[in-house]
């Protein structure tokens, strides 16, 4: 069973368009939201988190929404630019007890020049 | 600050062997998780280890198994190899175990099994 759902599973956008990525969770103990971001040959690198206290966290052209009461969240990219094409992927974990990540099944972003 | 490293980067092993796979945290963190990456897909939960004992598992049958040291590498060792091992393996360390949620990868491992 998918603790996480990701779509969409690729997604192409012009150069300094919006890319949108959006997740789903059931788990409502889930209290800990992060976003990788994977270069193909490389592991994940945590790019931006959210916990649900707050409905967005903004860092560069990251942000991410966050809505409790839909058990969604998302990740916009503003200004999106060839750098950004990759995978990225979702995830929620639980801040205390067990806290391994539960990933969704990740996005191919691909920016157009 | 050095970041987490693995080894080796590659490894092609033939059905029913075993394999080992080597990874070292990043500076200052004691708490070593390790994930499998099938292709296409995002990374499985294996297990995680917090000062030398195993701190939570997840759904992978016990042929599948690790050790961490007292300098806070780890190993993850699995045994019986098969076709289906074929995979990203990612080590990603995390600062202390209460802050275990907040995880930082190295580069991983491909295991090719044939």
């Known amino acids: 069973q998918q603790q996480v759902k990701q779509s969409p599973q690729s997604l192409i956008v012009q150069k300094g368009g919006i890319s949108i990525i959006n997740c789903a969770y059931e788990?409502?103990?889930?209290?800990?939201f992060p976003w990788y971001q994977q270069f193909p040959g490389k592991g994940p690198a945590l790019l931006i988190a959210?916990?649900?206290?707050?409905s967005e966290k903004k860092e560069g052209r990251f942000t991410i929404s966050f809505n409790k009461s839909a058990k969604q969240f998302s990740l916009h990219i503003m200004d999106s630019q060839p750098g950004d094409s990759a995978t990225y992927f979702c995830?929620?974990?639980?801040?205390?007890?067990?806290?391994?990540?539960?990933f969704g099944t990740g996005t191919r972003l691909t920016v157009i020049p | 600050e050095t970041g987490v490293t693995q080894s080796p980067t590659h490894l092609i092993k033939t059905r029913g062997q075993q394999v080992t796979l080597r990874c070292s945290s990043q500076?200052?963190?004691?708490?070593v998780s390790w994930y499998q990456q099938a292709l296409g897909q995002g990374p499985q939960f294996i297990f995680q280890?917090?000062?030398?004992?195993?701190?939570g598992r997840g759904n992978f049958p016990p042929r599948f198994s690790g050790l961490q040291f007292p300098n806070y590498s780890s190993e993850l060792n699995v045994n019986a190899l098969e076709l289906d091992d074929s995979a990203l393996y990612l080590c990603?360390?995390?600062?202390?175990?209460?802050?275990?949620?907040?995880?930082?990868f190295g580069p991983g491992t491909r295991l090719t099994v044939t």
């Open positions: 990603a360390s995390s600062l202390d175990r209460v802050s275990s949620y907040e995880q930082y």
């Open positions: 788990n409502t103990a889930f209290d800990y």
């Open positions: 959210i916990r649900p206290d707050v």
């Open positions: 995830a929620a974990s639980m801040m205390t007890g067990a806290n391994n990540l539960f």
């Open positions: 500076s200052g963190h004691n708490t």
């Open positions: 280890y917090y000062r030398e004992e195993e701190n």
